[in-house]
């Protein structure tokens, strides 16, 4: 079973920008645009941030975006904020030869 | 506005069974497909089963093959999760999700969560 590694944890100061990375094997993040993102704060639904590699749902703060590079995915937060302090989890359908849904490990996002 | 709430988890023995409901508003169920996703504590997201619009087309996680039943209710825009011989490792909050099929494909909306616990 294949797997996205995230780092486990990331922090930054208000107003700061920073990036959460999501590697995986080629199958998985190499098909870009099915990585999507998740924001979840403990207790609550998580939210969709990044669909498509680097689109924006309606609604969802151009301060996040997603990018690409080689075999990783990346969430970049600009002007971080105190609300964006939470759980952030990469994902990718990697269904090629088998149904399959794959997150990553999550990242805690801590806002100093 | 596009809800789904989950219910029905709680406290049960390791080899127990428990039934878990997502009910739906703001959507019809028949027309989108429909995943539980699973979150243990301390641990990441886990993707745990799958149902189509239809109906017709149904997959699990190896994790859980065997155990769960996943099924949907049309009348009452609902879908459940049935869930048998149930393990320590199965502890987890349970999300309904559901699945945009695009030239892409993602979760566009998620219940809060219903809390499972297997334990003697």
């Known amino acids: 079973q294949s797997a996205l590694t995230q780092p486990a944890s990331v922090s930054g100061s208000p107003g700061q920008s920073l990036t959460i990375s999501c590697t995986g094997i080629s199958s998985d993040v190499g098909n870009y645009n099915l990585v999507s993102w998740y924001q979840h704060h403990p207790g609550k639904a998580p939210k969709l941030m990044i669909y498509?590699?680097?689109k924006r749902p309606s609604g969802v703060s151009n301060r996040f975006s997603g990018s690409k590079s080689g075999n990783t995915a990346s969430l970049t937060i600009s002007g971080l904020q105190a609300e964006d302090e939470a759980d952030y989890y990469c994902c990718s359908f990697g269904g090629s030869t088998t149904f399959l849904w794959v997150f990553g490990g999550g990242t805690k996002l801590t806002v100093l | 506005e596009v809800q789904l709430v989950e219910s029905g988890g709680g406290l049960v023995q390791p080899g127990g069974s428990l039934r878990l409901s997502c009910a739906a508003s703001?959507?019809?169920?028949?027309?989108?497909?429909m995943n539980w996703v699973r979150q243990a504590p301390g641990k990441g997201l886990e993707w745990v089963s799958f149902?189509?619009?239809?109906?017709?087309?149904?997959y699990y996680a190896d994790s859980v093959k065997g155990r769960f039943i996943i099924s949907r209710d049309t009348a009452k825009n609902s879908l459940y999760l049935q869930m048998s011989s149930l393990r320590a490792e199965d502890t987890a909050v349970y999300y309904c999700?559901?699945?945009?099929?695009?030239?892409?494909?993602?979760?566009?909306?998620w219940g809060q969560g219903t809390q499972v616990t297997v334990s003697s």
């Open positions: 999700a559901r699945d945009i099929v695009e030239t892409t494909r993602y979760f566009d909306y």
């Open positions: 149902i189509s619009g239809s109906g017709t087309t149904i």
């Open positions: 703001g959507f019809t169920l028949s027309s989108y497909e």
């Open positions: 498509e590699g680097y």
